[in-house]
């Protein structure tokens, strides 16, 4: 009996050393698309104080070039190729995956997961949400809901909802002209809090502020049961359908309909995180509460129905190699450990997160498979500048890839390779290929053996998961 009770006491101890980790992301949120980096009328004050506290990394990049392969990149620290989940809605987190919140919970930790999921279905019955593709065709097959995967409460949709009233069609929302249409229709996709379980109350008004709801009280028991906690919380903003609600809008009085609507659901968004935070420092738990925050890739195509984010003076957008589909806003702040703010120029990414976590509880990375993120906190504490290993992308049909490295960037497509230098060059104005052919042949080789590699792993992907 003494030593059970003395190995629960050990365990108790470890568990209470732990920092308590917060993930948040959002949806389709551009690199320029925050107050701190310099939008000229966008309002994201929690966020700024955010980077005025902690770390900024000026190159931090999602996962893949679009939503579902970043996201799971954050739960396995690989690249999405590596596990099946290639687009949208295309895979899942398979069984044979270790997801962080397996390594977390028998390290002592409670998980949460809130918002977006995006990684699987969450109901086995077919048109029970807005699906297609794989999940639509198969819903059994990618059935893969966050309770299967060590996450102790869920509060998720499958995809996409609303950015205001989330379970509400706000109608008919164009290009040019937007309107309200159809109030009270139900929209197609639920909230789900367990199999077969789905949440209708409290779902009006702010849909971050309906997910901060389910997050806070999470957080609030683990807080009171001494108990380290794991939160994913992956707002849907700014997300197609993008609304706003007035009290928001009225703040941007005078810009055009549609960037009244884009501008009001991020900085609700926004106040949201604020409200994080202060609960925190309000439970007692800021200082050893690890937050990170990024986008899961760039900002939709403007043109697109109330879509005005911007990557600034980055090219490209979502689902583009280039950097404006990948480089986004990138935030940690830990102030236990980071006691000063700081700025980072290495690049990083999302699946440093698995490393990352890993590093700061002291467990090592498991052995039988590779991981293409590494440990950043050396780069937070300003124990480390440049970055060793560079980071791998692959589109959707893998046809184009991209390495990037702490100057130089290559990009293969299938009409030629694009060199450039990140350092002088972010927004991508000027191709080096002729120009340093050294370079340009030493990184096509090593992206050319580094692609083969994640291919092979793809090759052992259940065939379903890989169409």
């Given at each position: 009996m003494k030593f059970i009770l003395l190995l629960c006491a050990s365990a108790s101890l470890?568990?209470?050393?732990?920092?308590?980790?917060?993930?948040?992301?959002?949806?389709?949120?551009?690199?320029?698309?925050?107050?701190?980096?310099?939008?000229?009328?966008?309002?994201?004050p929690h966020l700024d104080q955010m980077q005025a506290e902690g770390v900024t990394f000026t190159r931090f990049y999602s996962g893949a070039a679009m939503c579902s392969p970043t996201r799971g990149s954050c739960y396995t620290g690989r690249n999405p190729y590596r596990?099946?989940?290639?687009?949208?809605?295309?895979g899942m987190?398979?069984?044979?995956?270790?997801?962080?919140?397996?390594?977390?919970?028998?390290?002592?930790?409670?998980?949460?997961h809130f918002g977006k999921w995006h990684l699987g279905t969450l109901s086995k019955e077919k048109g029970d949400q807005k699906r297609w593709g794989t999940f639509a065709k198969e819903p059994a097959r990618y059935?893969?809901?966050?309770?299967?995967?060590?996450?102790?409460?869920?509060?998720?949709?499958?995809s996409k909802v609303p950015t205001w009233d989330p379970l509400v069609d706000p109608g008919p929302i164009k290009k040019k002209k937007s309107s309200d249409g159809n109030p009270g229709k139900p929209y197609g996709n639920d909230y789900f809090s367990g199999p077969g379980t789905t949440?209708?109350?409290?779902t009006r008004g702010d849909d971050s502020r309906v997910i901060m709801d389910r997050a806070l009280p999470f957080i609030q028991n683990a807080a009171e049961k001494k108990s380290p906690f794991f939160a994913a919380v992956w707002f849907h903003t700014p997300h197609s359908p993008v609304v706003g609600g007035p009290k928001y809008r009225e703040m941007y009085h005078g810009q055009p309909e549609h960037a009244q609507h884009y501008y009001a659901c991020l900085t609700a968004m926004d106040e949201q995180i604020g409200r994080l935070r202060a609960e925190l420092k309000s439970l007692g738990i800021a200082n050893n509460t690890m937050i990170c925050f990024c986008s899961d890739n760039g900002p939709a195509r403007q043109g697109s129905p109330r879509h005005v984010g911007t990557a600034k003076n980055l090219k490209g957008y979502k689902l583009s190699l280039n950097e404006g589909g990948i480089r986004v806003p990138g935030l940690m702040v830990w102030p236990e450990k980071i006691k000063e703010p700081r700025t980072v120029t290495a690049p990083c990414f999302t699946s440093d997160y698995f490393p990352t976590i890993l590093a700061a509880l002291d467990v090592p990375l498991p052995t039988d498979r590779t991981y293409d993120g590494v440990d950043i906190l050396p780069f937070a504490t300003g124990k480390q500048t440049e970055r060793k290993k560079p980071l791998g992308f692959l589109n959707k049909n893998g046809k184009e890839a991209a390495w990037i490295e702490n100057r130089y960037?290559?990009?293969?497509?299938?009409?030629?390779?694009?060199?450039?230098?990140?350092?002088?060059?972010?927004g991508e104005k000027t191709n080096l290929i002729e120009e340093k052919p050294e370079v340009a042949k030493r990184m096509a080789a090593e992206l050319s053996t580094w692609k083969t590699e994640v291919m092979a792993e793809l090759e052992g992907v259940p065939e379903s998961t890989k169409k």
């Open positions: 470890l568990a209470a050393n732990h920092p308590n980790i917060i993930l948040i992301m959002t949806d389709d949120q551009g690199w320029g698309d925050v107050g701190y980096n310099g939008h000229p009328h966008l309002k994201t596990y099946g989940i290639t687009y949208a809605m295309a987190l398979e069984p044979t995956e270790i997801p962080i919140t397996s390594i977390l919970k028998k390290n002592g930790y409670t998980t949460g059935y893969c809901p966050p309770w299967e995967r060590d996450v102790d409460v869920s509060f998720v949709t499958e949440v209708t109350e409290n960037k290559l990009i293969s497509r299938p009409k030629g390779d694009e060199l450039y230098d990140l350092i002088s060059d972010p």
